[in-house]
């Protein structure tokens, strides 16, 4: 990606680029499909299916998606893997062999204390095949991919930061401009699965920007968590943010992949997809979490900061990025 990405967005730009990525659906998509959005600023969200309760992505089936926060801050159910789709994980590595603390530390020396490196590690325990499925470069290249994007989500870097802009990710923990209950804009009404809880707003919070009423409902009923009432759990237990963010990047919404499977080679594309000019590779995840604002379009600002995200981090982690980094010539779904 450009290196000059900053200069040519000069300091207001990337303000407002950093509270884009932060912000109201952070991801500016359906969490399901993370595909398209319905004109908001960015975010992830889940679209309800009429008054069923269910979720259903944009053009696809159903499927709920990020988790919830349960009481206590921990995460409910009897410590095996809800959620998470068996994959086929190698058990050559854990997350941890690949990511080792002190490098952690070094990809992000200003984060937030709520993305604390165990609670990552404690979330990732719940998706096994997370980092350990394929070759040991296409295991590489997820992390690097993972963390790129929540990166992006919650970078509070701007050019001329202290450490670069790349030492910023993970710094913002909900939507910009919505703390203290600001942002009372995410609630749908209509859903009466899922109603609003009094006095609660809905908006992005977590490393993928968890957003919408049916979406704190649904991925809290997935996991067996009460985010629904309490969505506020997203952003005092580091467990349950990190777990909103994996369980969106390894669960399938058709007709989208998930992240994981186009990233570990899992993801052949249908002659709809070659059509429409998708192709594995990182422009491929940005698709899926944001493609209805982000691709499809002569290469937007948000996507060169992915990338230049995902580059730092694959050079950290010794490995190649890969074919196909943008999705300018990708139409979304």
Same mark, same amino acid.
């Not at 609670?119 to 990732?124: G, V």
């Not at 998706?127 to 470069?137: C, D, K, L």
């Not at 629904?228 to 467990?239: A, C, E, I």
């Not at 499977?261 to 052949?268: A, F, H, I, K």
């Given at each position: 990606?450009?290196?000059?990405? *900053? ?42 299916? *009429? ?16 988790? $919830? ?35 952690? !530390? ?11 490196? !165990?609670?990552?590690? %404690?979330?990732?325990?719940? /998706?096994?095949?997370? *980092?350990?499925?394929?070759?040991? %470069? ?12 929540? !990166?992006?989500?919650?970078?509070? $870097? ?18 910009? $401009? ?7 804009? /995410?609630?749908?009404?209509?859903? =009466? ?8 707003? /809905? ?48 669960? %399938? ?64 982690? *010794?490995?190649?990025? $890969?074919?196909?980094? %943008?999705?300018?010539?990708? =139409?979304? /779904?």
């Amino acid at each position: 990606m450009d290196s000059d990405m *900053g200069e040519r967005l000069g300091m207001a730009g990337w303000v407002a680029l950093a509270a884009l990525a932060c912000g109201g659906s952070g991801s500016g998509e359906p969490l399901a499909s993370a595909g398209t959005s319905s004109g908001g600023s960015g975010g992830a969200r889940i679209d309800p299916v *009429g008054g069923s309760g269910g979720v259903r992505t944009t053009g696809g089936s159903g499927g709920a998606n990020e988790d $919830g926060g349960g009481s206590g801050g921990s995460l409910a159910g009897n410590g095996g893997s809800a959620g998470a789709p068996d994959d086929g994980a190698s058990g050559e590595a854990s997350l941890a062999d690949l990511l080792p603390p002190a490098l952690f !530390a070094s990809m992000f020396p200003n984060h937030d204390a709520l993305y604390d490196y !165990a609670a990552l590690i %404690e979330a990732a325990e719940r /998706y096994p095949a997370f *980092g350990t499925t394929g070759t040991p %470069e296409q295991r590489l290249r997820e992390v690097a991919a993972f963390l790129g994007n929540i !990166a992006h989500e919650t970078t509070g $870097g701007w050019p001329t930061a202290p450490g670069g802009p790349e030492a910023w990710g993970l710094y913002f923990i909900e939507e910009v $401009g919505c703390e203290g209950g600001a942002c009372t804009q /995410y609630c749908d009404a209509t859903n =009466q699965p899922y109603p609003c809880a009094p006095g609660k707003t /809905y908006h992005g919070r977590g490393p993928i920007q968890l957003s919408w009423n049916f979406n704190y409902g649904a991925l809290g009923e997935t996991l067996g968590l009460a985010l629904l009432q309490d969505p506020d759990l997203v952003t005092s237990n580091g467990v349950v943010a990190f777990t909103t963010a994996l369980w969106f990047w390894m669960t %399938e919404q058709l007709p989208k992949p998930s992240a994981h499977d186009v990233m570990v080679g899992r993801w052949s594309p249908a002659s709809t997809d070659t059509a429409a000019g998708r192709a594995p590779g990182f422009g491929m995840t940005v698709n899926i979490i944001n493609g209805g604002l982000e691709c499809g379009i002569p290469t937007d600002a948000r996507v060169l900061d992915r990338i230049r995200f995902y580059a730092h981090f694959t050079a950290l982690l *010794g490995t190649t990025q $890969g074919d196909n980094l %943008e999705c300018a010539n990708m =139409q979304s /779904y």
